[in-house]
């Protein structure tokens, strides 16, 4: 009768060293993942050692650290405990070779969650176990699940370390694959058969398992949760008792005054606001989003202050830097970083603040999903709803949270033009009701002018204009704002009396109604503003010439040259916009047209 012993101390070894290696694996990976010191790759090089080496020299310096005479051997004999030639001493080499495989596992599991699904869990008030444990366990599972069964199956197969250090002690330390060995060269060519078709039999079990884990089952929903407080309690009670909005006598107000050296740029921004919805303009990579989160506490500046309604979130010199949990932010992020294992409900309740009842969290999901047109969906995951659902999801969770100030972060990028509209309007009725600071960074000039009556233009990490709307798109102060506020037309100037410039680049004398500034450096009018008389009689009236055309659905813009005929399609001096009825007016008239630069209309500017 075949002996079962080794295929008993196989198992049992295997389990226990996947069970530590599970555990060990996992820790490793989440502190590498946040690690950012210099002896990285070094302990990187460390930790997958065994991965690379001959399991033979894994044996070999185990058996040096854990021998009579080695280090850890040493210590565990004063303790009257011997690991070498015992069942632990397998347990430890197998442990210490599957290792590798569960770290780099987890890692890479760990790795390919959306960084925005973490912060923005931070942002919702989680702790960092709440985070690692609601979302990066559940998200990682599959990975980690892949990885367990590669771990078991690498430690039921190890056999050179096991040699080194456990020996072949039949009943004790045998495994199968020493079994195999043995019965090999002891010519049992059936017992080592069988042995070898039991390890293959477990291999390709493994195999297919870790294939229906990574392929198939981590796409499979999760079951539906309770609404229970415990379960979306990721907001701790200091976060609680912060956020009761709004409070009758509070002033509503954020106090934002920070520096963050950037490797091409310094952030230098210093601004405060109110209840009023603030527009942040600017070019990509100007400093927008980083501003967002710094006052998020998802990045920390060099130096400055952060104070929302009072409370302090950062401060450099008193040594003040909150966590993105005890902020009170609701955050809105470009992909809305919805958690795709949670139901629409479980994601607005997730950042609901602790100690309200089961049946006040549903009520309160109940209200957010109404208020934002999606009553019914609860039940449903992020996969299955459309971009603009989506987006009214991520914004019923961030006001879900309660918080004192709402950070959006482009939410209708990813939208198309039929969505953004309509969006956009659901998100200026729920502003309305909103008390509480509002940040909005929107590339869409004419969607931050609706939205908001007050803008912040950013430019290279400096807030180059601060103040309402109609002035910062009617007059602003230098060249830059103008720009990035949408104006097509500019010439440098040059003052010829109190009330004259010349137009350098367009070659012309222009009417002034206010005294030209010192400070003048070039003029400019935007496209939509300049009109087409029928006679010369208005001041600052000339001649022009088409160089050419740009079409579209409602609109067409006219590349003009002021005074003489355009050589060819690039020779223009200006650019006009018109609605197609007035194009059809224009199109049959003979040149010169007559185009008017209104001396109400032309913007007198500083230099960038």
Known sequence: MTDLTPIWISLKTATTATVITFFLGIMAAQWMLAYRGKSKGIIEGLLIAPLVLPPTVVGFLLLLLCGKNGFIGQILQYFGVTIIFSWYATVLASTVVAFPLMYKTALGAFKQIDSNLLACARTLGASEWTVFWRVMLPLAKPGLIAG???????????????????GSIPGKTETIPIAIFLASEGGAMERALLLVSLMLAISLGVITAVNYWTEGNGHHKSKPRSYAPTLWGGMSAKRQTTLD??????????????????????????????????????????????????????????KGRIVLNGKV????????????????????????????????????????????SQREIKQEVERQLIAVDLPGMGDRYPRELSGGQQQRVALARAKGSEPGIMLLDEPFSALDTYLRDKQEKLLRNN????????????HNLEEAYRVCPN??????????????????????????????????????????????????????????????????????????????????????????????ISETQHRMTLYLKLNQPANNPEDYHLQAEVFKNKWAQLKDRPFPWKIQLSPFRIMLLKAP
């Open 148 to 166: 367990t069964l590669l771990t078991f199956a690498r430690a039921l197969g190890e056999f050179g370390a096991t040699l080194m250090l456990a």
């Open 245 to 302: 909005y709004p409070l009758p006598q509070a002033k509503i107000e954020l106090i934002v005054d920070i520096q963050k050296q950037l490797p091409g740029f310094l952030l230098d921004v210093a601004f405060e606001t109110d209840q009023t919805p603030l527009g942040l303009l600017g070019a990509s990579g100007a400093g927008k989003s980083l501003i967002l989160r710094c006052i998020a506490g998802l990045s920390s500046p060099d």
């Open 313 to 356: 979130l950062f401060d450099s010199e008193r040594g003040i830097n909150l966590p993105p949990r005890d902020r009170g932010c609701g955050f809105l992020f470009q992909n809305y970083a919805l958690f795709p294992h949670l139901t629409i409900t479980e994601n607005i309740a997730f950042g609901m603040p602790s100690g309200k």
């Open 431 to 442: 502003l309305i009701h909103y008390q509480g600071v509002t940040l909005f960074i929107t």
């Open 455 to 548: 803008l912040l233009v950013i430019d290279q990490g400096l807030a180059i204009a601060h103040g309402r709307k109609q002035d910062i798109f009617e007059h602003p102060r230098n060249f830059r704002t103008a720009q990035l506020t949408g104006c097509k037309n500019f010439s440098p100037a040059l003052a010829i009396s109190e009330r004259q410039v010349k137009a350098l680049d367009w070659d012309c004398i222009l009417e002034l109604i206010e005294p030209v500034p010192k400070s003048l450096e070039y003029v400019g009018i935007r496209a939509h503003q300049l009109t087409f008389p029928d006679t010369e009689d208005e001041a600052n009236t000339f001649p022009c010439w088409l160089a050419t």
